[in-house]
């Protein structure tokens, strides 16, 4: 009995230990970026145009391209991704079929994220003739964030009672009728909290967009669909790895690293915060 008791008190102070390392790790990164971020950032900051090489102004046009390369990915990706996870929980046949496909779903969600940059510069710039632009950089994003949204409302189709098709079966609804008035209106806050939490995912990818879409340096915003376009995660990594004028660049690529991550804990605080309204709504 003592013996277990120490085993159990050792077990609980490593855990501790190990979450308190990691609370530590994450304070001090988020103090750095706050602090360093924190120095640039200001309203003229967010709202003006890159100057003189990109070692004054602000970061307005790379705020726009990260928007519209995120819109336009999950305006792809959201729709072909549910309707994926609900053919393979309630229409997929035979099941050898939906094995393999559950393996290649969890292969691409694994997947390091050049290799998607590396396809659509392949599929999307090349072989399809899109040149660098918002809808190819869109479009590779929608792959990468595709196994994950399919991942998710999996997940959500399956926490619905199964009580609640079998009700609806019996009472003589159709299969369609259960998944659209049943099944999706009781998983749609499982759905959208996977899929705003996705939208932060895509909206800090780097890699797939630096083949695809994204612009070192622009003063313009895109007209069209067929544009380049300045975008966060590729302005950082531009300004730290290929700026000319670091000491005055690489505080700017702090001041645009803390809107990135500030704009990616305002899409997980959205998710959070309508899953407590979903939840809420339920319980009444």
């Known amino acids: 009995m003592r013996r277990r008791k120490l085993k159990n008190t050792l077990s609980t102070v490593i855990l501790g ?44 046009p790379a705020l726009v391209g990260t928007f519209l390369l995120t819109v336009l990915a999950v305006a792809f990706a959201l729709p072909l991704g549910v309707m994926t996870a609900i053919w393979l929980t309630h229409y997929g046949k035979p099941a050898w079929l939906i094995s393999i496909l559950r393996v290649a779903i969890n ?28 809808l190819a950089g869109g479009l590779t994003l929608a792959i990468l964030a595709l196994p994950v949204i399919i991942n998710n409302t999996e997940e959500a189709i399956r926490t619905v009672p199964h009580e609640f098709t079998e009700a609806s079966l019996a009472l003589g609804a159709t299969t369609r009728q259960t998944i659209t008035r049943v099944v999706l209106p009781t998983a749609l806050p499982n759905i959208l909290t996977g899929a705003i939490l996705s939208i932060g995912r895509v909206a800090g990818e780097t890699a797939p967009i630096m083949f695809t879409a994204a612009t070192f340096y622009s003063r313009k915003l895109p007209t069209s669909l067929t544009d380049e376009v ?55």
Do not use: C
Request: hydrophobic share 55%.
């Open 230 to 284: 300045m975008a966060l995660p590729y302005h950082i990594y531009a300004l730290m790895t290929e700026g000319t004028h670091p000491d005055k660049q690489v505080p700017i690529a702090y001041g645009t690293a803390l809107v990135l991550l500030l704009m990616v804990l305002l899409v997980s605080a959205t998710a959070i915060y309508l899953r407590y309204l979903f939840r809420r709504k339920k319980q009444w």
């Open 107 to 134: 292969s691409l969600a694994g997947t390091p994220s050049i290799i998607f940059g590396l396809f659509g510069m392949a599929v999307f710039v090349n072989i399809m003739g899109m040149d660098v632009s918002v």
């Open 17 to 60: 230990f190990a979450l308190l390392v990691t609370a530590l790790f994450l304070i001090t990164f988020l103090v750095h970026m706050f602090y360093k971020g924190s120095m640039v950032l200001s309203w003229e900051f967010l709202t003006s145009v890159p100057r003189n090489s990109m070692t004054e102004g602000g970061i307005w």
